[in-house]
């Protein structure tokens, strides 16, 4: 039955892809959904990213899959048939569509309110109440810890810090328009095919990876160097300038026709890839982390921002009973009920999130190691791995029936 309820008050740490797909997943009749966002989101940055079939499938049963398309979203012809597309985005494009259905007073449920220069520095799990930098406190019956690699509600969670560690691993990423690339070959060809794609090159323990976004209308490429073969030093931050010339040294011996697509980038950023062992737990008292507060993970499987809709829609589903009404005075929902859902949110999505972390990891060889915990599967296997992914309430089923079973 479902649990009746004063006005259920959610608070989300963090404006990103994750918080924004939390607030969308957690849209109801009877919710306050407060998203709180360190930034003033007056300039986002530019960058592409991808949601992989499995995310995509969840935007479909959302109701916004057409609407993320028509927001800029380019369907990736290389997808084999996993009931969904591989959409591809400038990350402006997709935060964007994602902000405005968050917020949007049309959709089902009342829309998220975002509170932005609201930074948060810790959380009190049990209570619910977030503590900001200017010192303000706000409560609410649920906390979602959306706030990144760098988290602070991940402390309040853990009960010391956690921090993330680097790779070996740098990346460069270049986002150029169009026009300035229809004279390079096999460049051009990428930019007017009906059918857009992605491809990826491979030299010296260096890689390129680059594909179409925004309408075909710009191309996005990460370069990935192992930081041994580095000719600057890379960044923590991934919006630190990178430069043209040192990226050139690094990819002295691939082709000229890259390095003349290099060359036409009007900027270029440059940052140290760093990842997170998986953590102990994700949750504790009325909060939870997700996205890569809770299991970042480097992009060579492209999951990152995947899994945070993972995250959404396991939130959505252990949470989707909870009626809220029109008193909002009050805790709605007791700790000990929020726990429990938390508790079976995290047995939805611990196991999975942490193999895709550590594959992710293990892709990026011989620049990075994987340790003792090698996956066996192949890159094949673990594509149907990735994104033959139903949603949690499925997943969470049939883990059960394989632990019971055995």
């Known amino acids: 039955m479902p ?80 009931d969904a597309d591989r959409l591809c985005f400038h990350r402006v494009d997709l935060h964007e569509s994602l902000k405005r259905l968050a917020t949007d007073p049309s959709r089902p449920g009342e829309p998220a309110t975002i509170r932005v220069a609201s930074k948060v520095l810790s959380c009190d799990c049990e209570s619910g109440i977030v503590t900001l930098e200017n010192g303000e406190t706000v409560q609410g019956d649920l906390i979602v810890g959306a706030d990144g690699i760098h988290s602070k509600i991940r402390a309040s969670v853990l009960g ?13 990423r270049l986002i150029i328009p169009k026009e300035k690339l229809l004279e390079i070959p096999h460049v051009s060809a990428m930019m007017t095919d009906k059918d857009p794609w992605t491809t990826m090159l491979l030299g010296r323990e260096c890689r390129v990876v680059m594909g179409p976004c925004r309408e075909q209308q710009l191309l996005s490429i990460v370069a990935l160097v192992p930081d041994k073969l580095m000719n600057e030093q890379a960044s923590t931050s991934w919006t630190a300038e990178g430069s043209l010339d040192d990226l050139l040294k690094s990819f002295e011996d691939f082709p000229p026709w890259i390095k003349d697509t290099f060359k036409a980038c009007p900027d ?40 945070s809709i993972e995250d959404a829609e396991a939130l959505g589903h252990f949470f989707q009973d909870i009626v809220g009404g029109t008193d909002a005075s009050g805790s709605s929902v007791p700790v000990e009920e929020v726990t429990l859902r938390l508790a079976e949110l995290f047995e939805a999505r611990y196991e999975r999130a942490s193999l895709i972390q550590q594959y992710s990891r293990q892709a990026a060889k011989p620049a990075t190691e994987s ?36």
């Open 371 to 406: 340790g003792s915990n090698v996956i066996t599967m192949n890159p094949a296997e673990f594509m149907d791995y990735n994104c033959r992914y139903s949603g949690a309430q499925a997943w969470l089923a049939k883990s059960r029936a394989a632990k019971a079973a055995a």
């Open 3 to 82: 649990i009746a309820t004063p006005k259920f008050r959610i608070i989300i740490v963090g404006g990103g892809i994750g918080g924004l797909a939390s607030a969308i997943a957690l849209r109801a009749p009877g919710r306050e959904i407060i998203i709180m966002e360190a930034s003033r989101m007056n300039k986002e940055v530019g960058a592409a990213i991808s949601l992989q079939p499995n995310a995509v499938k969840i935007t479909k049963s959302w109701g916004i899959e057409d609407e993320l398309k028509q927001g800029g979203g380019a369907i990736d012809s290389g997808t084999s048939d996993y």
């Open 268 to 307: 270029i950023s440059l940052w140290q890839l760093r990842d997170m062992d998986p953590l102990p737990t994700w949750y504790k008292g009325r909060t939870i982390l997700i996205g890569d507060a809770a299991h970042s993970m480097l992009p060579l499987q492209g999951q990152g921002a995947s899994q």
């Open 160 to 172: 010391k810090e956690m921090t993330a560690s680097p790779t070996g691993l740098s990346a460069y």
